[in-house]
């Protein structure tokens, strides 16, 4: 690997645990590239290279993994939920969240309270893939 690609690849994983320790902020490419210190058409375009995804999908998913353990291990309202994990409407998150979980985030929780296994064993099972 080439000293490029390396420096590439560190500034990516700088903008990705941005975006990992702020993922309920509201963040933006022109934002997360400032943090790499690259254009924004570039970070785009080198974030979903260097990890599959873009970084708006990359973050959404980040966002319903909070979302779905926060509706595992609490009794808080989902409105409250999605608020705290950076979404700016209901309708997006429950949208976002069934896209990606398959199932609409009260169904989650049903099945979830249904099943009393412990919290590692239920984060391997159930972390989004998509």
């Given amino acids: 690997m080439s000293r490029a690609v390396e420096e590439t690849n560190r500034l990516m994983l700088r903008a ?3 975006m990992d320790r702020a993922y ?7 934002a997360l590239a400032r943090i790499a210190h690259v254009s924004p058409a570039h970070f785009a375009r080198t974030f979903r290279t260097t990890f599959g995804e ?4 990359y973050l959404q998913r ?3 993994e909070r979302a779905m353990f926060l509706l595992r291990e609490t009794g808080r309202p989902v409105t409250d939920i999605c608020f705290d994990v950076g979404f700016g409407s209901p309708g997006t998150f429950s ?3 069934r896209d ?3 199932r ?3 169904e989650y929780r049903k099945e979830t309270a249904a099943a009393s296994v412990p919290t590692c064993f239920t984060m391997a ?3 989004p893939s998509g």
């Fill in 54 to 57: 873009t970084p708006h999908r």
């Fill in 100 to 102: 990606i979980v398959g």
């Fill in 62 to 64: 980040r966002r319903v």
């Fill in 24 to 30: 309920a902020q509201p963040l933006d490419v022109p």
């Fill in 16 to 18: 990705r645990d941005a």
């Fill in 104 to 106: 609409s985030p009260r």
């Fill in 95 to 97: 949208r976002t969240f």
């Fill in 125 to 127: 099972w159930a972390r």
